[in-house]
């Protein structure tokens, strides 16, 4: 039985989606779409399981695992075998670690291997070409779980009937109970997980987003719906809402009784597309609240569409549904890729009918060739041996295309290399002023001892190489572009960064430049991007090395990328707690200023001069207040 309704979720649920991914922007949270997604294919998958079970006695898993294969896996060879060819076209950056991404889309780990690579929609320097199929990997994860847990229950079903164990009632308890209870029980289990990582910021906004443990409550949440609302279950309500209903009637409050369908869908529609535009990736609200409402008011539709059977659905939107998987597969490559090539208007319609051509061509040639459905082609009809050699050639050729994609994909992103020859001319230059330091060590001993072998010869450095109100700044890779910037419009700044350079390091590099006599009077810590152990003890053993006499700025890493906000949050404590500390609260200045950061890695942001200028003035500012007299260590 079709359940009307469910087409036109599907639909508006791709086209926030679609907005979100063309115009992030304006409507900075369409991804709660995926939300509504999820918990339909829960209720689907659950509520078609239980049909089979009802009708059969039984699952047949392999026939599941068929029609799943045939449904998902043709547009996803179709799609990465497009992705391989287009690539060669754009800007070789894309092809740079292209075959992993490969891998983990074939084998449904997209999710997870965004987690580990940082990857998301808002923060890549260069987006990933098949990050969208995340979304996927879930369902799989899913669709294997879900026979595991079909299997069991009825097992502990029978168990509990043999022991005896019944209801409050008497009754015994039904196997559809105990898996309603378990559904939910899991979806309790991932939100609280969900709410845990954001509340205590445990783990990356990434793993929020994208892991299995934070995401599967939406499908949990759906199952369970599936078996309050199996085709019995809906007959037998059904008739009795009626009853109740005619019982009713002759009463001033029987209207309210009676169930509307479109007062649910409605209320759904409208608070995801208030949700769309008001959240945002990053914001912990998302997580903490939009996610679970979107999920509640998603279930409740569902429920009042199976239970109502006078709701019309227009037939064009059940045609277009048809086609909503084919449009979200093919979709994300061509706007990654023509985007690369142009920022103009014109790319839209490109993109557009060139996911039209790709779906139609899926739809009416790639999947039926894997169904086994006949195919004509200008009345030539494709013989069962082309069918063969069709399917059992694309995986070769998805291999042959990610090893020459792979032979010509660049070592490193041009991103990457510009941190290389930065942090190497950071090399240079220290030398050099190592050198020049060291000339005028020299240049100090006025003696002759220098031709005396039997004195041991002492260099010392001078006291302070630096003029008074003199500022040295520590940095990690951030700071290797706006190095030379800032220092020509900062006076008497020298900036000392480093790739890979981890705020763990900060204490033994102070006390190395200390012990070099290479501190200025005000010390500034442009740390924290990278680490390793827990941010308020790095902090503790900084403070620990800066010398006497000196004062200390903290500049609050900004990183958009997963968003983690606890290096910046420590900082601010220490600020508050000492009075020769001043803040740089550079983290809170980007996140209310996100085009700062638009078209970078979410992290730096090289070349973007005006991005150096608004970092160069918040530096300034912090540097003057940490001038004024106060408190010094």
């Known amino acids: 039985m079709r359940i009307k309704g469910l087409d036109s979720l599907r639909v508006f649920s791709i086209l926030i989606i679609l907005i979100y991914h063309f115009f992030g922007n304006f409507m900075p949270a369409g991804f709660l779409g995926v939300n509504i997604l999820f918990v339909m294919s829960g209720f689907l998958i659950m509520r078609n399981f239980l049909r089979e079970i009802d009708r059969s006695g039984g699952i047949d898993i392999r026939t599941f695992y068929h029609k799943r294969f045939v449904r998902i896996m043709p547009a996803i060879l179709l799609m990465v075998i497009i992705g391989l060819i287009l690539v060669n076209f754009v800007n070789k950056d894309y092809m740079q670690g292209l075959a992993r991404q490969v891998g983990a889309t074939v084998s449904f780990t997209t999710n997870w291997f965004e987690i580990v690579n940082g990857g998301s929609y808002e923060a890549q320097f260069i987006k990933h070409i098949f990050l969208h199929t995340w979304f996927l990997s879930l369902e799989i994860h899913f669709y294997i779980l879900i026979p595991i847990i079909l299997i069991i229950t009825p097992v502990v079903h029978r168990k509990l009937e043999h022991k005896g164990l019944t209801g409050a009632s008497g009754v015994s308890i039904d196997m559809q109970y105990i898996l309603k209870v378990l559904f939910i029980g899991l979806a309790l289990i991932s939100y609280a997980t969900l709410y845990i990582s954001v509340i205590r910021g445990a783990f990356s906004t990434a793993f929020n987003y994208f892991s299995d443990f934070t995401r599967m409550g939406s499908l949990f949440l759906g199952a369970a719906a599936g078996t309050y609302t199996s085709e019995k279950?809906?007959?037998?309500?059904?008739?009795?809402?009626?009853?109740?209903?005619?019982?009713?009637?002759?009463?001033?409050?029987?209207?309210?009784?009676?169930?509307?369908?479109?007062?649910?869908?409605?209320?759904?529609?409208?608070?995801?597309?208030?949700?769309?535009?008001?959240?945002?990736?990053?914001?912990?609200?998302?997580?903490?609240?939009?996610?679970?409402?979107?999920?509640?008011?998603?279930?409740?539709?569902?429920?009042?569409?199976?239970?109502?059977?006078?709701?019309?659905?227009?037939?064009?939107?059940?045609?277009?549904?048809?086609?909503?998987?084919?449009?979200?597969?093919?979709?994300?490559?061509?706007?990654?890729?023509?985007?690369?090539?142009?920022?103009?208007?014109?790319?839209?319609?490109?993109?557009?009918?060139?996911?039209?051509?790709?779906?139609?061509?899926?739809?009416?040639?790639?999947?039926?060739?894997?169904?086994?459905?006949?195919?004509?082609?200008?009345?030539?009809?494709?013989?069962?041996?082309?069918?063969?050699?069709?399917?059992?050639?694309?995986?070769?050729?998805?291999?042959?295309?990610?090893?020459?994609?792979?032979?010509?994909?660049?070592?490193?992103?041009?991103?990457?290399?510009?941190?290389?020859?930065?942090?190497?001319?950071?090399?240079?230059?220290?030398?050099?002023?190592?050198?020049?330091?060291?000339?005028?060590?020299?240049?100090?001993?006025?003696?002759?001892?220098?031709?005396?072998?039997?004195?041991?010869?002492?260099?010392?450095?001078?006291?302070?190489?630096?003029?008074?109100?003199?500022?040295?700044?520590?940095?990690?890779?951030?700071?290797?572009?706006?190095?030379?910037?800032?220092?020509?419009?900062?006076?008497?700044?020298?900036?000392?960064?480093?790739?890979?350079?981890?705020?763990?390091?900060?204490?033994?590099?102070?006390?190395?430049?200390?012990?070099?006599?290479?501190?200025?009077?005000?010390?500034?810590?442009?740390?924290?991007?990278?680490?390793?152990?827990?941010?308020?003890?790095?902090?503790?053993?900084?403070?620990?090395?800066?010398?006497?006499?000196?004062?200390?700025?903290?500049?609050?890493?900004?990183?958009?990328?997963?968003?983690?906000?606890?290096?910046?949050?420590?900082?601010?404590?220490?600020?508050?707690?000492?009075?020769?500390v001043t803040l740089m609260d550079w983290q809170k200045y980007a996140s209310e200023n996100p085009d700062l950061y638009k078209g970078t890695d979410g992290i730096h942001f090289y070349g973007h001069m005006d991005t150096y200028a608004e970092y160069q003035g918040k530096l300034l500012k912090a540097i003057n207040k940490a001038a004024e007299p106060k408190a010094v260590k």
């Not at 999947?367 to 200008?378: A, W």
């Not at 010509?408 to 050099?432: F, G, H, R, T, Y």
């Open 233 to 580: 279950k809906i007959s037998e309500r059904v008739a009795s809402y009626k009853n109740a209903a005619a019982e009713c009637d002759s009463t001033s409050d029987g209207k309210w009784f009676k169930l509307n369908p479109m007062i649910a869908l409605a209320t759904l529609l409208i608070v995801t597309l208030i949700l769309s535009f008001l959240l945002s990736y990053t914001d912990k609200k998302t997580y903490l609240m939009g996610f679970i409402v979107v999920d509640l008011l998603t279930v409740a539709a569902i429920v009042q569409c199976c239970f109502a059977e006078d709701l019309k659905e227009p037939k064009f939107i059940s045609a277009i549904s048809n086609y909503t998987y084919g449009v979200y597969i093919f979709h994300w490559p061509f706007l990654i890729m023509i985007s690369s090539l142009t920022e103009s208007p014109v790319k839209y319609p490109i993109i557009i009918v060139l996911t039209g051509l790709a779906v139609l061509f899926n739809q009416k040639i790639w999947e039926p060739i894997f169904r086994g459905e006949k195919i004509e082609i200008n009345k030539i009809e494709i013989g069962e041996l082309a069918r063969k050699v069709v399917m059992l050639s694309s995986p070769f050729i998805i291999i042959a295309l990610t090893v020459w994609v792979g032979f010509k994909a660049p070592k490193m992103l041009s991103l990457e290399k510009q941190i290389w020859e930065k942090s190497v001319s950071n090399d240079v230059q220290a030398i050099s002023a190592d050198r020049e330091n060291l000339n005028k060590s020299i240049s100090k001993v006025s003696d002759y001892r220098l031709a005396t072998r039997s004195e041991k010869l002492i260099i010392n450095m001078p006291a302070d190489l630096h003029a008074k109100g003199s500022t040295t700044l520590i940095g990690d890779s951030v700071m290797l572009g706006p190095k030379s910037y800032l220092e020509e419009n900062i006076p008497n700044l020298v900036v000392d960064a480093e790739g890979n350079r981890l705020l763990d390091s900060g204490a033994e590099v102070i006390e190395n430049m200390a012990k070099q006599n290479e501190l200025g009077e005000i010390i500034v810590i442009a740390l924290g991007t990278n680490k390793i152990g827990d941010a308020n003890e790095c902090l503790k053993k900084i403070l620990a090395a800066v010398p006497k006499g000196k004062k200390l700025v903290l500049v609050a890493p900004y990183n958009g990328r997963d968003n983690k906000t606890d290096v910046a949050e420590a900082m601010r404590k220490i600020a508050k707690k000492y009075k020769y």
